[in-house]
């Protein structure tokens, strides 16, 4: 089966160094730009994950193609309104897929891998979880809706394949109407952020219509804070991919120690379940201060008439 994502890898290498180019010979005294370390840890959890979706992959084309067997209906993937039908499907579930993995703590110690960097380029779209695991369900539904397997993890690939270009702070705000339907890179530094304003904001995969209809949008104001409310500290590839479910399994035993007669108490499920944007062991739905670190700026592309942001 083909694979986009491995194919676009050279893409990728392409990308990177012309950006890295790019704050070079562009620099811009509000930009961070690329640093060394973080960027090597991010392209390392992105090789990681290319080779844990060796094997994965052969699991989740062989749970969709028993759906898809079991389901009497069938989608013709050669008319054009099929795949139509199938990118709105698509983007909707990967919206739900992506709040979920925000809110529930179980899904958001996989999903912290790639919020972990307090930068902003495009190796950071490459930081991504060496535990893919938790996606499995909400392709489902398609299958059996009659989309075949192939059709599924092609248009998901389609999906990833866009968002690697918005992970970057070199393009402002872009014309209205884009941003109005479009996830954008402005969009999507909100997502990354760590200001208090901008918690679990912009969830939306290719298109921002989601966020918009369930009251989760949040347009780009104030200067962003990238990284965790608790940064990580480490560029461990190791330390990146499993720290957040070690300290949630400890957190977990903690609260099961403290019960009376071993019984697994709820307190105790719900912080194994439960995640705000930190590795906490706060009752849902409280945060820590904010992590006070340097401001980081939104990347601008010089004299790009209607790219460019307003400096604040």
């Known amino acids: 089966m083909f694979d986009l994502i ?34 090597a840890t991010s392209i390392a959890m992105g090789l990681g994950n290319v080779v844990v979706n060796i094997g994965w992959k052969l699991v989740v084309v062989a749970t969709y193609s028993a759906a898809y067997l079991l389901t009497p209906l069938r989608l013709p993937m050669d008319a054009w309104w099929a795949w139509v039908l199938v990118f709105f499907l698509d983007d909707f579930f990967y919206y739900w897929y992506h709040r979920t993995h925000h809110t529930i703590r179980i899904f958001w110690a996989s999903h912290v891998v790639h919020h972990s960097s307090e930068f902003y380029n495009l190796s950071t779209a490459l930081r991504q979880p060496w535990t893919p695991m938790s996606s499995l369900p909400y392709w489902l539904p398609l299958a059996l809706l ?45 997502h990354h952020a760590s200001n208090p304003g901008y918690l679990d904001k912009n969830f939306g995969g290719i298109l921002i219509v989601w966020d918009r209809l369930f009251g989760t949008f949040e347009p780009e104001v104030e200067r962003v804070r990238y990284g965790l409310t608790k940064n990580i500290e480490t560029f461990h590839p190791v330390k990146v991919a499993f720290g957040e479910s070690a300290r949630s399994g400890a957190t977990y035993g903690r609260r099961r120690r403290g019960t009376t007669g071993g019984a697994t108490s709820s307190a105790g499920l719900a912080g194994a379940l439960t995640s705000m944007h930190e590795c906490t062991d706060l009752p849902p739905g409280q945060h820590r201060p904010r992590h006070s670190g340097p401001a980081r700026a939104r990347r601008v592309l010089r ?10």
Request: charge should be negative; hydrophobic fraction near 50%.
């Open 6 to 39: 491995q194919a676009a890898i050279p893409v990728f290498v392409l990308m990177l160094v012309i950006e890295a180019a790019s704050f070079y010979l562009l620099p811009d005294d509000d930009e961070l730009g690329y640093e060394k370390k973080d960027a």
């Open 303 to 312: 004299g790009a008439p209607g790219l460019a942001l307003p400096r604040r």
């Open 146 to 190: 009659g989309v075949p397997p192939w059709a599924i993890l092609l248009q998901q690939s389609v999906s990833l394949l866009y968002q690697f270009f918005i992970h970057t702070e070199r393009v402002g705000r872009l014309w209205a109407p884009v941003e109005l339907v479009m996830n954008t890179p402005s969009h999507h530094r909100v």
